[in-house]
């Protein structure tokens, strides 16, 4: 029984702190930051059906984009986030 609580407390701790690990990472580099915002507008709006491509033109992303704005009814900012994270 004791093993269980120290097992979760554990647990909770290392669950609780690693927000506060990784914040001042996100401070010190900005531009990873709308990175990783593109990357999270891809995954919530093109991941249920799409995997991100490994390398793409910048002119074939914007291609894609376009022509899925409208079908996954992406918002302006939506747009230029993931076509950042698609090709920087």
Do not use: W
């Amino acid at each position: 029984m004791s093993r269980l609580r120290i097992v979760l407390t554990t647990f909770l701790c290392i669950l609780v702190l690693s927000p506060f690990a990784l914040s001042p990472k996100a401070q010190t580099k900005p531009a990873q930051s709308t990175a990783s915002e593109g990357e999270k507008r891809f995954l919530a709006n093109c991941g249920r059906c799409h995997n991100a491509p490994e390398a793409i033109s910048p002119r074939e992303a914007r291609a894609v984009v376009r022509q899925m704005r409208v079908r996954a009814m992406l918002s302006a900012e939506d747009e230029k986030l993931i076509l950042k994270y698609l090709a920087p």
